[in-house]
């Protein structure tokens, strides 16, 4: 019965739930899933904040819906949303809507499980046993041995990292705390992911004892000035205790050079973190793995399949080379939960490495993923999109108008410039920079507002607005990159 | 063509994928939301890990399958995963697969939306705001002013609370880390969460520097020991700067006296935090919410609509009483995302008050919910759970052989010990407490390999191990509560 109002009840009944369920999933497939990924389609119907809450009924208020009008609100969530699967969305590190792992994820949902103890979710434990170590293995870690967590998100994996480095530095701190301990310093790159600074100030550690190191003109680590500044810390009497370096950085798309980070820091005994958050799914192609070269020497990795591999969000991990110190930097031995006297083997009761209580299963979407098409399939799929950022950078590399910040990107992150014909020819004039740099908010402001493609810009290092296009999802082909470009030029031409 | 290996590409397409999509959601509906949660069915099909894997396929391996092997894989995976939605999963805090939040987080999946930005994520950005101010103005804040976040958990929720208190503590902290700092001291009681302590250390606090204050015989909090608590940090030295109250403890369900620690912060000038993950969804509930009596005085609150509210997994937030603080104690304008130069106003790119960067979109599930059965049908929720436990502990109280651990629970949880036939009128022999310990282990592992129930069990307190079900499913009834307590009699009477 449509238009009656639901009932509270927390539990599915086929009489009263199967119609709205399977009515529900056809709004889905054929808006979402579907439409929501068609070409011929909007990636979104922009509407400024006010607007979008005159259009959508934000409010709750106390009398139940009818499912009638539930259908109505669910059309309304998908048609204000941004669809992300859209291969015109090239805005972020993520993208796509895998079917593989949305039918995971749909999976995970109707379990609604919480990874902490076998009783509980013995079939994702496992699950997540296998994911992890084939991962290590990947990785190039002896035998795929270590150890291994999902995370909700690479920027707490990266502090899941710094918390095992300190630990390992001086166990002390999980019991005493930083207070009375030496300074603890780390070092990244200054186009690292800002999560590295942000989680080692939720850790206590503080901004200031990030210490940043140069990058290169291609935007990868400098490793005299890293030996430099580890000299600096230590002469300030602080503890160095870590370097994370960064395989796939979030804007450039730059590879530090892990190799002889590593050197350094078996010199120095410092923990070797490599955030390949983003650049990991590089890994499972032989063709492009070389740039991760060295990675096999690091402590740990964090490594992000909703990222290159599009896993739905999220789904992040970090990997170690070490048994052990997951769990002896961060357990409790909360009674209550992970109780010694079980009746089956307790060390599948892995909650207990992790900081969070209740967890989702995030293993099983990309696991199934996996399953669908194979590590042959995630090499052609990774193969295929580094194809595609390779076409888009010749299309625009000696087309008027297109410029590269970075002449030779090394992954698939491709940063431009798109300079409109009144600004041609003009660099040496004085204002140009600042003209230059309004150009692309306004291509973005055009391109949101007509809901034709996303892509996003930034400014960095002194350079005015550039965009940084990101190509993750192996649907699109050469036709799309030809799109992608023309479709800037014709938001862009008159400016 | 179901028996054609899969393509890798990751984008969906009708002729390739539709069948497949629906093929996959007939057997989620069938197998796992309706007879997963049918009481004729069993809740879970015990396997020992070795047995599983024998059962299940976990390797992954380079060749693609076809979608007739996915679906089997499927089913599996629902065959020997827990039903958490069962009526008779009264094992955790959580349980229950709400159809309407199931609704919710498969469109959530549909549309893989990351909640950083508004561009990106513009319907649940707006959705966000509604649900934490109401949720906020039934917390008690004024008008509903303030700020929140949801988090992945509670525990992470917690987190947040540490970070927010010590940063208002000591602005400082967020650049030079606790290092140069007084040692910084939290008080939570000794029947709290663990995350707290876990979060603290976390955070570069210590577990050492978490003081855990007594509770009473019924769990709560003892505030004249708090106060001794922290006279002595002040004598050592130390730099109180908060207090984590539980309303709604995880073994008991205890509530601490908010008031009179309300009464104690304002005297010390301490940050008030309340824990109210497990007990908050009483709030909604005119008849209950007097538990939670004080919480207005709260400066955080976390709250999980996932526990009590049966939101599916994950939907827990921090709620603040103050606003900006969560922006100044985390924010480190990363400029590629949160760029200052757009054409729609920034305030609602709200991402830089998390620590994670990408970021499900959590609300929708309950916002879901809520737009179904009203507050109206949230108030129904939870009064028939509580008159559920009720009924239960009235049914156990003074029936033979069962024995409560708090004779009048404050909550849904009740805690009890099962004594059988061959320890009844034996309690002051030498061995007793030693029997009883080992009765709901052999009890809890009779029921796990019939699949009968799942009740969990732990030891506390000095106590030997006690039986503590957990009730959050309003669609169980009266019978059901008398069935539950029958089936532990079949189990154990025996023992
Ligand atoms: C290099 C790098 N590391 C870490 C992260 C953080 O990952 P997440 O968004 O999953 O927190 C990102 C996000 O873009 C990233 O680019
Ligand atoms: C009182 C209390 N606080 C916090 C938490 C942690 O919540 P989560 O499991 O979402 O991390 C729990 C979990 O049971 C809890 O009982």
Known sequence: PVSKPVSFE???????????????????LQEAVFEGTNRKNRVLQWREPEELRRLMDFGVRSAPSTHEEL??????????????????????LFSAVDPYGLVAQWATDALNPSVYTYEVSPVFVLMEEVVLREMRAIVGFEGGKGDGIFCPGGSIANGYAISCARYRFMPDIKKKGLHS???????????????????????????????LIRTDARGRMDVSHLVEEIERSLREGAAPFMVSATAGTTVIGAFDPIEKIADVCQKYKLWLHVDAAWGGGALVSAKHRHLLKGIE??????????????????????????????????????????????????????????????????????WFMWKAKGTSGLEKHVDKVFENARFFTDCIKNREGFEMVIAEPEYTNICFWY???????????????????KVAPRIKERMMKEGSMMVTYQAQKGHPN??????????????????????????????
Request: net charge positive.
């Open 10 to 28: 927390s539990l599915p009944n086929r009489r009263l739930h199967e119609e709205f369920l399977r009515s529900s999933v056809d709004v889905l």
């Open 71 to 92: 259908l109505e609100v669910l059309k309304k969530v998908v048609t204000y949303s941004v669809k992300t699967g859209h291969p015109y969305f090239v805005n972020q």
């Open 181 to 211: 301990l030496p300074r603890l310093v780390l070092f990244t790159s200054e186009d690292a992911h800002y999560s590295i600074k942000k989680l080692a100030s939720f850790q206590g550690i503080g901004t200031d004892n990030v210490y």
């Open 297 to 366: 020497r690091a402590d740990s990795v964090t490594w992000n399949p909703h990222k290159l591999l599009t896993a739905p969000q999220q789904c992040s991990t970090l990997l170690l080379r070490h048994e052990g110190v997951l769990a002896e930097a961060h357990s409790t031995n909360a009674a209550y939960l992970f109780q010694k006297d079980k009746f089956y083997d307790t060390k599948y009761d892995t909650g207990d490495k992790h900081i969070q209580c209740g967890r989702r299963a995030d293993v099983l979407k990309f």
């Open 419 to 437: 300079v409109p014909k009144s600004l041609r020819g003009r660099k040496d004039e004085a204002d140009y920079k600042d003209k230059l740099h």
């Open 466 to 495: 550039f965009f940084r296009i990101v190509f993750q999802n192996s649907g699109l082909d050469k036709a799309d990159m030809v799109h992608l470009v023309e479709e800037i030029e014709r938001l862009g031409s008159d400016l």
